[in-house]
């Protein structure tokens, strides 16, 4: 089994930057983040795989950066120029023999 441990969410204005940690026990393969808005479906943010591998939804392009520590089991999310619309809860997932596990999610706000 994997645990997933989340930080790092908060209010913030928009432009503004915000850093999202998730600490894994265990051995995984791939993390990411995904994140849900009130009243949308769960969507992709971005993945790195164990070798570096970068993913990103088109809408964060630029604008958000994903990155692993792989001694730590940590994968970070640095959000930068921030948008009303990227308000949402945000979920990390991490793969491994196991399957797919998630944080708890922790909520991001910006606002206008």
């Known amino acids: 089994q994997v645990q997933l441990v989340e930080s790092g969410g908060g209010l913030v204005q928009a432009g503004g930057s915000l850093r999202l940690s998730c600490a894994a026990s265990?051995?995984?393969?791939?993390m990411g983040w995904y994140r849900q808005a009130p009243g949308k479906q769960r969507e992709l943010v971005a993945t790195?795989?164990?070798?570096?591998?970068?993913n990103y939804a088109y809408s964060v392009k630029g604008r958000f950066t994903i990155s692993r520590d792989n001694a730590k089991n940590t994968v970070y999310l640095q959000m930068n120029s921030l948008k009303p619309d990227d308000t949402a809860v945000y979920y990390c997932?991490?793969?491994?023999?196991?399957?797919?596990?998630w944080g708890q999610g922790t909520q991001v706000t910006v606002s206008s």
């Open positions: 265990g051995s995984i393969a791939t």
């Open positions: 790195i795989t164990s070798g570096g591998s970068t």
């Open positions: 997932h991490a793969d491994s023999i196991w399957g797919r596990f």
